[in-house]
């Protein structure tokens, strides 16, 4: 069994920082990308960040150079450092892995069960 647990989510003031963790744990043989997924009410789920498993990223456009996706392949965790925080950042964030189980030994995408984000005053 595979399990992905995010935390480090929260209420934060417009301009604030936040940092998201993501640790994957269980039968695990491989993992390749990771990434950081946000769903606002009502809006569909979008990609925040990705990165693959030598360290590539790739970001949506509204928060470049605000946030950071990092992976420390150690230990299975991928981190997203927020920054510059924005109204409109407030959503659900998931965190997603691909990962290769040792008892399929099959590629499948898992995700994490969501931490909230809020950016208020």
């Known amino acids: 069994q595979v399990q992905l647990v995010e935390s480090g989510g929260g209420l934060v003031q417009p301009g604030g920082s936040l940092r998201l963790s993501c640790a994957a744990s269980?039968?695990?043989?491989?993992?390749?990308?990771m990434g950081w997924y946000r769903q606002a009410p009502g809006k569909q789920r979008e990609l925040v960040a990705v990165?693959?498993?030598?360290?590539?990223?790739n970001y949506a456009d509204s928060v470049k150079g605000r946030f950071t996706i990092s992976r420390d392949n150690a230990k299975n965790t991928v981190a997203l450092q927020m920054n510059s925080l924005k109204p409109e950042d407030t959503a659900v964030y998931y965190c997603?892995?691909?990962?290769?189980?040792?008892?399929?030994?099959?590629?499948?995408?898992?995700w994490g069960q969501g931490t909230q984000v809020t950016v208020s005053s």
């Open positions: 269980g039968s695990i043989f491989s993992i390749g990308a």
């Open positions: 997603n892995a691909d990962i290769r189980s040792l008892s399929t030994m099959g590629w499948r995408g898992f």
């Open positions: 990165i693959s498993s030598v360290g590539s990223t």
